[in-house]
């Protein structure tokens, strides 16, 4: 669990740091809109991404 912790600490650190360092680059480019919220989440603990096939078929003409 010292690697999850670890883990934790450092997304709480650098989300915001990249949050910073990118809005001050909207702003030297006069982009007109702004970061607010920038978070990380963990994807292990969320539901897999499901597909489906896709029944588009092609013919040669």
Avoid: C, H, K, W
């Avoid at 963990?42 to 991404?49: F, G, V, Y």
Wanted: glycine residues 2%; aromatic residues 10%.
């Amino acid at each position: 669990m010292a690697a999850r912790a670890a883990l934790d600490q450092y997304r709480q650190n650098i989300f915001p740091a990249y949050q910073t360092a990118i809005n001050d680059d909207l702003q030297r480019f006069n982009a007109g809109f702004r970061l607010e919220a920038v978070a990380s989440v963990n994807i292990a603990s969320a539901p897999p991404l499901t597909t489906t096939p896709s029944s588009t078929t092609y013919s040669s003409p």
